[in-house]
């Protein structure tokens, strides 16, 4: 089945403690994306890529870090999370170009305390 | 920087009724504008992507329209049905890939 794959789907974590989110797709795009959604602020993009070991900054990228070094997986790192990083977390991909949408993972919700 | 907006931010109506949710756009140098579908709790499903040389999309029940002169996108439902209740989102998409989400329509649909 196609499909954008996310993990973990809950985290609680502690403030400082480094995680990583992973994220895989296997259809093969191109172009992969990471977004948070918060209450009132919308779907916010953090980060995106368009191609194995091109990454660029979307609205909101400061606190995460990622990379794309297989064009499958595109893994979203917090450094030190703060509590202010809490939130709703979605990955998507896209063979970009044509008329398909985006391909979303069904979602990773941290909370930092 | 780009700015999405959806009016309304909630809709309410019976079954059967014909809807347009609508979404604007600041910046008309777009490379595509999306539709998406949320439902409470999941993730969002893809309903129709309109690239910027293209007018609208349809598919089934749902048309989409996209005027970049004007900024504006607009989202067509026939026939709304209960399971037609969920939050639309639309995403303009620069050919860089940076996408911009407007905030949402959450549709209720009556019975």
């Known amino acids: 089945e196609a499909q954008v794959t996310q993990n973990p789907r809950y985290l609680i974590t502690v403030t400082g403690k480094k995680l990583t989110v992973t994220c895989s797709q296997n259809?093969?795009?191109?172009?992969m994306s990471w977004y948070r959604q918060d209450p009132g602020l919308g779907l916010r993009q953090i980060y995106y890529?368009?191609?194995?070991?091109?990454?660029d900054k979307g609205d909101v990228p400061e606190g995460y870090k990622v990379s794309r070094k297989e064009k499958r997986n595109f893994p979203l790192i917090l450094e030190s999370p703060s509590p202010n990083q809490t939130s709703l977390y979605f990955c998507?991909?896209?063979?970009?170009?044509?008329?398909?949408?985006?391909?979303f993972g069904s979602g990773t919700r941290l909370t930092v305390v | 920087k780009q700015e999405v907006t959806q009016i309304p931010a909630a809709l309410s109506v019976p079954e059967g009724e014909n809807l347009v949710l609508n979404c604007s756009f600041t910046?008309?140098?777009?490379?595509?504008l999306q539709w998406f579908r949320q439902d409470p709790g999941k993730g969002l499903t893809s309903l129709l992507l309109?690239?910027?040389?293209?007018r609208e999309q349809t598919s089934g029940r749902l048309n989409a329209s996209l005027d970049k002169s004007s900024g504006r996108s607009t989202l067509y439902i026939a026939a709304s049905q209960p399971g037609d209740s969920a939050t639309y989102l639309c995403?303009?998409?620069?050919?860089?890939?940076?996408?911009?989400f407007g905030d949402g329509t959450t549709l209720t649909v009556k019975p």
């Open positions: 259809m093969n795009h191109e172009y």
């Open positions: 309109i690239q910027s040389s293209q």
């Open positions: 890529s368009m191609n194995v070991e091109v990454t």
């Open positions: 998507a991909s896209n063979p970009w170009g044509g008329d398909y949408g985006y391909t």
């Open positions: 910046d008309s140098a777009i490379y595509n």
């Open positions: 995403a303009a998409g620069t050919n860089a890939g940076k996408s911009t």
